[in-house]
């Protein structure tokens, strides 16, 4: 409030602030108008990025006769020299210098004197934020690329050791059919492959470079923007000089394909605090990723997983908010955009973070196999089994046998047993051309071992998927 009171329209100071564009300007702008205006606070992540393009650009400069040798060498070695007081901690920011992209020309100024201002040359900050931007999230896919790696190396070695475990498998939450956890756990593996394919994907299409395009429309100057592109690992420049500074899809790409895969790492969190409830008690967690009560002494509570599902709304928050921020921005550059970093250095650090405290939870997770067991022993879990067998071996249409299984099932149900429980007796009053025969196809085992197609649960495919899986993480 006293904030807002003191900065009532006033200048921020009574020189006119700017020395980037200060002819232009009689006064500096207001004190709230500075608080609006900057970005350094968040920006100045993308320090490494803006030296790195900036690098590029006075290299570029040179080849092309723009700028001199001399300056060209004192602008990359004072730059180097940003550089190391940033990383040293010794760098002073200031939020009338507005950005990280003002901060690091006007020290580089300070260092080397008039030269810095030759490096603005042939482009604006609005190509360099959009190179800076790419360069980026460029590095956040690679990370998190590889970070899922591990996280689906953790499954594939779970996977392995509970190939033969036998657990209900659900629909509706509801007893569905015997599964192996092995089965379960390379279900996330899929997941997470196809979001590691989609990443790669984001990244193929983000890797051009925007720099060069200047503030819109391109420049007068004979720059060579191929010869940039290159330096900076690009495949090639952008095409259109609008577009290059007005984009921002691979930013919601890349918060979209995050959201995708936090939505599968919520999932799996989901689960995970069902599976470790007292109820449940297939698995425990270790006591890394678990708090306990303040007042319960027993409670050991699966927070790293809840928190997982949790932070997944968070960065699905951030693609809808910067969504929303480009939808009504006409071409080409508008201050609205500089709203697209916070979102997505946000999403992008709780991104590997959900990614890493899963990867440990599954590392260190304990199975219950005995429990798992016990509890497909309720809600006749080998009722299609049984279905199946009638018309296997009875040649009966399924939807008959579905009609005598229920039929089955009612009649267990009464009795208050599963279905292996009832006597052939019992089930051929049901149907009369039940055999002995039938009972093979009542246990678990052998509905798991029989599940034999191609990316099915049997204890033999499930290996087989492992072996799979391995081959495809190590390509
Ligand atoms: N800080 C700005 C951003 O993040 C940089 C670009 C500023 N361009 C401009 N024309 N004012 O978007």
New binding site residues.
Partial sequence: MSDQKKASGKPASEKSANALWGGRFAAGPSEIMEKINA?IDF?KKLYAQDIQGSKAHCKMLVAQGIISREDGAAILKGLDQVQTEIEAGNFTYDARL????MHVESRLKEIIGEAAGRLHTAR???D??ATDFRLWIRDAIDQMEAALGRLQAALVDKAEKFAEVILPGFTHLQSAQPITFGHHLLAYFEMFSRDRDRLRDVRKRLNECPLGAA?LAGTSFDIDRFMTARELGFDRPTANSLDSVSARDFALEFLATASICATHVSRLAEEIVIWSSAQFDYITLSHKFTTGSSIMPQKKNPDAAELCRAKAGRIIGALNSLLIVMKGLPLA?S?D??E??EATFDAAENFSLIIAAMTGMIEDMGVKSDKMLTSTKAGFITATDLADWLVRVLDMPFREAHHVTGTLVARAEAKGCDLDGLSLKEMQEVEPRITEDVFSVLSVENSVASRQSYGGTAPDQVRAQVKAARKRLAS
């Fill in positions: 970005s920006d507005e950005d990280i992209h604006s900050r609005n360099q934020v503030a550059y201050k955009m500089q697209d970093k």
